[in-house]
């Protein structure tokens, strides 16, 4: 084979190992950022996010006709209790 032809193909190879090594660094960084992400997704779901306050504030309750049906809400009119708390009309 002719040196230079040689020298041309080595060089390419060269170049071609360089870039396959770097796209192995890369996967492997992916790899762990998905392990990273897919660790503090699982962590979120199995903490409950309730911060201090969340159920006193007025936006934050729960909406009365959403917990009561219209039966129970009847229920309560008719014994007397014309308000429900946290309910909005």
Known sequence: MNPELESL???HFKSFKASQD???RKLDELGHRIRSL???FEKSQEEPHIAAGDG???DHRPDAK???PSQSEHILAQAGIGTVPG???
């Open 9 to 11: 193909l080595l060089e």
């Open 22 to 24: 770097l796209i192995e």
């Open 38 to 40: 897919e660790t503090a």
């Open 56 to 58: 006193a504030h007025p």
């Open 87 to 89: 309910h909005r009309d």
């Open 66 to 68: 959403a917990i009561l």
